[in-house]
Every structure is written in structure tokens, then in C-alpha cells.
């Protein structure tokens, strides 16, 4: 099984701030990590996937690079609806595992 | 527009079943498989495992044999999940996601999500 441990646990921003955030694999998953965002009582949504790709309807100030086994999710300037939790996911292999989510809060 | 509706909460004694259904819509039910995953109360992401709305398949994850079964309505467009003997651990919201499992393609819908409580 791949396990993905994302860093930090939180991330204490500003909005207008840039949150880094990271996802790393225990052996390499190519480019087949994708990047959720949840909001609290509401389902996960997807953001990226293929490592780089934004889902539809995610604006640019979104960004996600990385292949093998780093890969860094990127929000140039944090939006007040971006604070939420962060989980990568790699679906390159079964089981389909999660990192256990990186908290961006306002600080 | 893609929908995945899922039923509503159930409150559940430990030891009864349950059955969360997950209804598909805007697109071929059998072009996409379809994922369960769990979040425990205050936890994290855990994929259970899926199904594949083609063959019927399903595929699932350690930890999630025995007491849990996948299952299809292909006439209805809608996935089954059946958790029996339920334990108070079971306690979680369990989402339906679509997305691929023998193919590589990541949860790109989700249902609303089930909240699953089990009490006595």
C-alpha cells in the first residue's frame, strides 16, 4: 500500500498570503496524484489531478506540480473560501490512498 | 449536469445493517466506476474501495471485507453500500465518488455524503 504523508499538518495564512503544501509518496506514483479540497460539513471536491491539471471550474491561482514521489499543491494568493482542508490522493495504484490532509487556516 | 445523490442520515443500533444508496445522473451510469469513502468523525479520507458499474466487480480495500458490500442497480443508476453487523466504529460519513479503479482516473464527483451513527 502507498502511503502519502502531506506537510505541514496546518498552515497559518493570511488571505493575499501563498500556501505551499506538500504531498509525499512512499514509492512512486508517477504523475496519478490528484489534490481534494473539503470544506467543513461538505464533501471533498476535486482540484488537481495528473499532479498538474486543474478540475473544471478551479481558478489559476491554483497550482499543483511533482511526479515520482514529491509533488506540492500551490494557491498563489490565498482567497477567504480557500481556507479548508488539503488531501492528496494517488490513484495509481489499488488500494487508492489518502495523505492525511494539511489544514489552511486564517491566521 | 453530473449528480451523485446519496440517501439520508441513518441512526442505527450496533449489530442492525444498513444500506446507503447512491444515485447517479448526466452522464453513462456504466462509462465510470464508482468509489466509497469513509471519514470518521474529526478523521481523515479512507477509501474504502469501489465498483465497477461495467462488470459489477468490486474491489475492496483492507479493512473493508466481510461486513461491507458494493452493489449495483445499473436499471437506476445506483450504487449500494450494505454495512451489516454494525459496530460503533462504523460511525462515519461514507461518501459515493466517481472516479476510476481498474483505470487510472481520480474522484472528479462526489455525492453529498451519508452520516452513518451507531448507537444503542
Known amino acids: 500500500e502507498i502511503v502519502l504523508t502531506q506537510s505541514p499538518g496546518t498552515l497559518s495564512l493570511s488571505p493575499g498570503e501563498r500556501a505551499t503544501l506538500s504531498c509525499r509518496a512512499s514509492?512512486?506514483?508517477?504523475?496519478?496524484l490528484a489534490w481534494y479540497q473539503q470544506k467543513p460539513g461538505q464533501a471533498p471536491r476535486l482540484l488537481m489531478y495528473g499532479a498538474s491539471s486543474r478540475a473544471t471550474g478551479i481558478p489559476d491561482r491554483f497550482s499543483g506540480s511533482g511526479s515520482g514521489t514529491d509533488f506540492t499543491l500551490t494557491i498563489s494568493r490565498l482567497e477567504p473560501e480557500d481556507f479548508a482542508v488539503y488531501y492528496c490522493?494517488?490513484?495509481?495504484?489499488?488500494?487508492?490512498?489518502f495523505g492525511q490532509g494539511t489544514k489552511v487556516e486564517i491566521k | 449536469q453530473v449528480q451523485l445523490v446519496q440517501s439520508g442520515s441513518e441512526l442505527k443500533k450496533p449489530g442492525a445493517s444498513v444500506k446507503v444508496s447512491c444515485k447517479a445522473s448526466g452522464y453513462t451510469f456504466t462509462n465510470f466506476a464508482l468509489n466509497w469513502v469513509r471519514q470518521a468523525p474529526g478523521q481523515g479520507l479512507e477509501w474504502m474501495g469501489g465498483i465497477s458499474t461495467n462488470t459489477g466487480n468490486p474491489t475492496y480495500a483492507q479493512g473493508f471485507t466481510g461486513r461491507f458490500v458494493f452493489s449495483l442497480d445499473t436499471s437506476v443508476s445506483t450504487a449500494y453500500l450494505q454495512i451489516s453487523s454494525l459496530k460503533s466504529e462504523d460511525t462515519a460519513v461514507y461518501y459515493c465518488a466517481r472516479g476510476g479503479i481498474g483505470v487510472t482516473r481520480p474522484l472528479d464527483f462526489w455525492g453529498q455524503g451519508t452520516l452513518v451513527s451507531v448507537s444503542s
Open positions: 490522493q494517488q490513484f495509481d495504484s489499488l488500494p487508492r490512498t
Open positions: 514509492q512512486s506514483v508517477s504523475s496519478y
